[in-house]
Nanobody, 124 residues
Framework: VQLVESGGGLVQAGGSLRLSCAAS????????MGWYRQAPGKEREMVAT???????NYADSVKGRFTISRDNAKNTVFLQMDSLKPEDTAVYYC???????????????????WGQGTQVTVSS
């Protein structure tokens, strides 16, 4: 599974950005997808996740401001980020969690896949 992110950039506080992540390869193996972020000097943290059935989970710090969505037909996940704050500045990574075992003839590794990351910078 390969993940390609897009949509990062520089925005002023209070602004919005929309991140996209397109998956390719053995996408039938993908169960949950999500977004994580890592700020300088900090550990990577979960921002939001979404299952194939569109159940979502958010970090407390982004609830009410960020919205994760998923287009299963296009194997793409989105993160709409509104009311951005300087503390949202980080590299944002797309994540796809794989099922384990055979799925429709494809052997799924049961591992995590990561995108290359996209920088989001929020100026005050």
């Amino acid at each position: 599974v390969q993940l390609v992110e897009s949509g990062g950039g520089l925005v002023q506080a209070g602004g919005s950005l929309r991140l996209s992540c397109a998956a390719s390869g053995d996408t039938i193996c993908i169960s949950k997808m999500g977004w994580y972020r890592q700020a300088p000097g900090k550990e990577r943290e979960m921002v939001a996740t979404i299952t194939g059935g569109s159940s979502t989970n958010y970090a407390d710090s982004v609830k009410g401001r960020f919205t994760i969505s998923r287009d299963n037909a296009k194997n793409t996940v989105f993160l709409q980020m509104d009311s951005l704050k300087p503390e949202d500045t980080a590299v944002y990574y797309c994540n796809a969690r794989s099922k384990s075992g055979f799925n429709r003839g494809i052997y799924c590794l049961g591992t995590d896949y990561w995108g290359q990351g996209t920088q989001v910078t929020v100026s005050s």
